[in-house]
């Protein structure tokens, strides 16, 4: 049986008057990149936060790791977290931070840390305060997979860096994750980044999960129709329509439907990439993905008469 590295049901948290997430029930399997993607404020940082225990629920549950309850030292074991402002003591020489981070916990592998560093080109006396703003990313990311963790979170962690900073970084996540089979969920704006090593998604919107799966399942569910424009009415009704491009001529629709559903004559089917498909949703946070042809919604436009949509 698969284990989950996170499993929420019911999950919701409230900040005073606000509510960051409500009723998220997700099950996010183990061996997987997985990429937390949602607008501003959509709830990931707080979902995050509860998955490593720094938060506790308003209601419903978090288990990690195959169920043990967040925040639970069975749990925070196996578990490394990079924070997005992850704390870099300034005046300490990056093998102070090892030795920090090696006394701060149980399981550390110090010769994992210095080949990394040795690696990357960071000298270990070199003060934290006087590293690039990658460099320092990249310590706070060996230290964290230098604790061996089952499950490594990343809340942005490349929002800061620039393209090669952010390329490098994201390989050593990948190169653990092949070589330690790491299981790794991060939270990102960067859809470009994800596309190339994210293989589970889950979109959050408004506190709720919106979207969640394998890629190549979502990839596999969802096409882009290309057609007359003025057509589109004719066939909103039938097709589960995601999102919706109209330009005077021709329209661009993302629905959710298979390679073997038909196309209506006249129109082309294109595969749809992973960045495409986030943009849809995320341009339509009320677009439900869940399986079943009720779902989908029809688009707000003109109908006209139904016509059979036949091969
Ligand atoms: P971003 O992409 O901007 O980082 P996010 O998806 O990580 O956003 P959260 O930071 O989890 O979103 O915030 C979700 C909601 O909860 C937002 O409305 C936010 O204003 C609110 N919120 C988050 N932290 C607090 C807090 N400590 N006190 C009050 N409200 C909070």
Not at 133 to 144: D, E, F, N, V, Y
Not at 162 to 174: E, G, I, N, S
Request: include cysteine.
């Amino acid at each position: 049986m698969t284990t989950n590295v996170i499993e929420t049901s019911g999950l919701s948290k409230r900040y005073g008057s606000t509510w960051a997430l409500r009723e998220c029930t997700l099950a996010i399997p183990a061996g997987h990149v997985a990429a937390l993607v949602g607008p501003n404020g959509a709830g990931k940082t707080t979902l995050l936060n509860l998955a490593v225990g720094m938060l506790t629920p308003t209601a419903g549950t978090i288990g990690v790791l195959g169920g043990r309850p967040a925040g639970s030292p069975a749990a925070l074991d196996g578990i490394a977290f990079v924070a997005q402002d992850t704390p870099m003591y300034k005046n300490l020489s990056a093998a102070d931070m090892l030795h920090l981070t090696a006394n701060l916990n149980r399981r550390f592998d110090q010769d994992y840390a210095q080949a990394r560093l040795a690696e990357l080109g960071i000298s270990l006396k070199r003060k934290a305060g006087r590293l690039s703003g990658g460099q320092q990313a990249q310590l706070a990311l060996t230290l964290a997979l230098a604790r061996r963790p089952r499950l490594l979170v990343l809340d942005e962690p490349v929002a800061m860096l620039d393209p090669v900073a952010r390329h490098d970084f994201m390989a050593l996540v990948m190169t653990a994750m092949a070589a330690d089979g790491v299981s790794v969920v991060l939270s990102s704006h960067v859809l470009a980044e994800l596309e190339r090593v994210a293989d589970y998604l889950v979109l959050l919107s408004r506190g709720r999960v919106q979207l969640a799966g394998e890629v190549d399942d979502l990839l596999a569910s969802h096409l882009v129709l290309t057609g007359p424009a003025a057509e589109v009415g004719r066939y909103a009704e039938r097709l589960r329509v995601v999102h919706a491009r109209r330009g005077e001529a021709q329209a661009h629709l993302l629905v959710r439907a298979g390679a073997d559903d038909p196309v209506p004559p006249g129109w082309e089917a294109h595969p749809v990439g992973l960045e495409e498909l986030t943009l849809a949703y995320l341009r339509e946070p009320g677009a439900a993905a869940l399986p079943g042809p009720a779902r989908g919604r029809a688009l707000p436009l003109e109908t006209g008469e139904p016509s059979e949509v036949t091969q």
